[in-house]
């Protein structure tokens, strides 16, 4: 009885002591609590709707576990009702930037800050510390409230690329143990779709999720690499690694925990939390930033004909590629792998390309050089590299095969853009984590891969209309991302063949056209080989058209996975792309956002025998209002892309 009474008065004490504070977005639809007793646990409903319940959290500083038996010190509630001016205009020059925010201080020195927005929900820890800390492990604990579906990017390894398919699943269906990179996406009841990633990471590891029960997901992260041989050019083999994830500050902020959240697929992808949620632009000049569309050697693997010389790694070939653009008003082109005369002598180009030449020959044609080269070479001498190719006149680099994310190749990221914007020199991840908002701090990250993207239509069918779709929804919700469309050649499921040296694409011509419009990209590529864009002139001529930022972006109407349907603005005039999987469809489209007045419509749509010809399409051109609604069709694989001239 004795013990029985012990144990009651505990309890007492226990929930004596616990206390829930609550927060809520400014539309009042996303409630979030946070319950402080023995941890720190929270949950969220939408719209009465519950999502999450008791996730937990907690910083393990080997010491000391921030968030163990938490004591409060204060709570404080702020909202902000601002606009944010974007330097490169990825989805919109100016981003609402509206929130309700909770701050609880707790003993000794570290504090836990929630944001909610109507579109999502964001934490994270703060310290202010003294010394420099050893970071163990941070717990991001996910308890969803029922039995959802996930688009679920398996990873083998924390070693990765992260170019995923991402797996529809049941969450009950994902074995315990299997984890995951960001973005994943949780599909809850009531058509609620819940959006994970992370922002404003600096100095600290990527976050991955694992599996811990049926409906459950616990963090997982790249440890510190304390000691490892290098295989090859581009690997690491015989890793050792610490029994700790960070070594940093300890006085700072750490990653942003994001949730984006919509009951409305179209709303989804308009998110710009990760954005929202980063350290502000870090550089004091931005003018020079110029984003636009590159022609691109590698996927096309110099394929060029149609010419007297033999094409190669060389002079003439490259000339023709900067004739090509600059016909096109195409303002870059990429030197991928073999214009050096190494991968790991980054500094000399090989010897049958003058580099200096090609560089003099394209500033006769307004057509700029990009380097690529491979980040342990570059970080081997980041500053003598890009001192000499800044003085050879490139205009950035494409940097890669990092398929690393632990905290030195976090570092590397902001070494090597802070580096490239001392010089005026763009930036291109490549073989990389997703972005995770350092390109607000430096903008000149003109793009990131990370994703798997066209250039597996070399060896693999991955690259499907369905997974082209579910990329809007997924991987691009984290950020900007290297696709590398612009294929010529397009083929529909039974004639698809895989060639490495002359690949194609699944899908329609429409299909690969309006992935301009609908894809993030501040940096742009065009994929295949200038000979077959002069073969596709009136295709090309259409690309060339596009903008690559953009001044306002409504997503129109679309579904997760099986379509989409997107309208960007750039000045007066606006720009449209819907993309559907391996089912036909008919799309409505109201030009009810168009501005006053008369508008030419330039519309390249699937031809009637898409389905079966994959090249075949229509270009037409006529006038509309903002009165008027078009009714569009989609072949299977299909698209449809249009440009909205203002008269």
């Keep these: 009885m004795k013990l029985i009474?012990?144990?009651?008065?505990?309890l007492l004490v226990l929930n004596a002591s616990s206390k829930d504070y609550k927060i809520t977005s400014p539309n009042g639809q996303i409630d979030v609590t946070v319950s402080v007793d023995t941890q720190i646990q929270w949950s969220a409903t939408v719209g009465n709707q519950p999502i999450f319940t008791k996730n937990t959290m907690s910083l393990d500083l080997g010491t000391t576990i921030l968030g163990d038996m938490p004591k409060v010190v204060?709570?404080?509630?702020?909202?902000?009702?601002?606009?944010?001016?974007t330097v490169v205009a990825v989805k919109s020059k100016t981003i609402s930037n509206n929130y309700n925010q909770l701050k609880l201080v707790f003993k000794p020195n570290y504090a836990v800050s929630f944001r909610v927005f109507d579109n999502g929900i964001a934490y994270r820890f703060e310290t202010s510390i003294e010394q420099e800390i050893t970071v163990k492990n941070e717990e991001v604990s996910l308890n969803f409230s029922g039995d959802y579906g996930a688009l679920f990017p398996e990873e083998e390894t924390l070693y990765s690329h992260y170019e995923r398919l991402y797996l529809d699943q049941k969450l009950s269906s994902l074995a315990a143990g299997k984890f995951c990179s960001l973005p994943t996406l949780v599909k809850a009841d009531n058509n609620i779709k819940i959006g994970i990633t992370e922002a404003d990471l600096f100095d600290y590891p990527c976050l991955f999720m694992e599996v811990a029960g049926k409906a459950a997901f616990k963090s997982k992260y790249p440890h510190v690499i304390l000691k490892s041989d290098q295989k090859g050019d581009r690997e690491i083999q015989n890793i050792t690694e610490a029994d700790y994830i960070a070594q940093t500050s300890g006085t700072r902020t750490f990653p942003w925990r994001v949730f984006m959240i919509s009951t409305e697929d179209a709303r989804l992808v308009e998110n710009q939390m990760v954005y929202l949620l980063s350290r502000e632009n870090k550089l004091t000049e931005t003018d020079w930033i110029k984003p636009g569309l590159v022609a691109w050697d590698w996927w096309n693997e110099n394929n060029i004909y149609g010419v007297d010389f033999k094409a190669g790694l060389d002079t003439e070939t490259y000339k023709y590629y900067i004739d090509f653009a600059s016909k096109n008003k195409v303002p870059y082109i990429i030197l991928d792998e073999g214009w050096t005369k190494t991968t790991t002598n980054i500094k000399e180009s090989n010897p049958d390309l003058d580099l200096q030449e090609l560089i003099a020959y394209g500033k006769t044609k307004n057509v700029d050089i990009i380097l690529w080269c491979l980040w342990n070479a570059l970080d081997a001498d980041i500053n003598g590299t890009l001192d000499l190719y800044a003085k050879w006149g490139a205009k950035g680099i494409k940097v890669d095969f990092m398929a690393r994310s632990e905290q030195y190749m976090v570092n590397f990221y902001e070494r090597a853009a802070k580096a490239c914007a001392d010089r005026k020199l763009l930036i291109d991840f490549h073989g990389a984590f997703k972005p995770s908002g350092m390109a607000r701090a430096y903008p000149n990250i003109i793009n990131?891969?990370?994703v798997k993207g066209m250039e597996n239509a070399k060896w693999s069918k991955d690259i499907t209309p369905e997974h082209d779709v579910t990329l809007c929804f997924t991987r691009m919700l984290a950020g900007p991302m290297d696709f590398t469309p612009g294929a010529m050649t397009n083929k529909n499921e039974k004639d698809y063949a895989i060639s490495f040296s002359h690949p194609m694409s699944q899908g329609t011509r429409c299909h690969q056209l309006a992935m301009y419009v609908c894809y993030d990209a501040p940096l742009q590529m065009m994929c295949d080989s200038p000979s077959n864009y002069y073969k596709e002139q009136e295709s090309t001529s259409f690309i060339s058209k596009m903008p690559t930022v953009w001044d306002d972006t409504?997503?129109?109407?679309?579904?997760?996975?099986?379509?989409?349907?997107?309208?960007r603005q750039k000045g007066n005039d606006w720009y449209l792309g819907a993309m559907t999987d391996w089912t036909a469809r008919s799309l409505n489209v109201d030009l009810s956002f168009l501005g006053e007045g008369t508008y030419e419509i330039e519309i390249m749509q699937d031809g009637i025998n898409a389905d079966k010809s994959c090249n075949d399409y229509k270009h037409t051109v006529k006038q509309v209002t903002k009165a008027d609604k078009l009714k569009i069709e989609l072949a299977k694989g299909g698209g449809w892309a249009a440009i909205c001239k203002k008269i």
């Design 5 to 10: 009474l012990s144990l009651a008065f505990i």
């Design 74 to 85: 204060s709570a404080k509630t702020t909202s902000v009702f601002d606009v944010v001016q």
């Design 448 to 450: 990131h891969e990370g």
């Design 554 to 567: 409504k997503v129109l109407d679309a579904k997760v996975g099986d379509y989409i349907l997107t309208a």
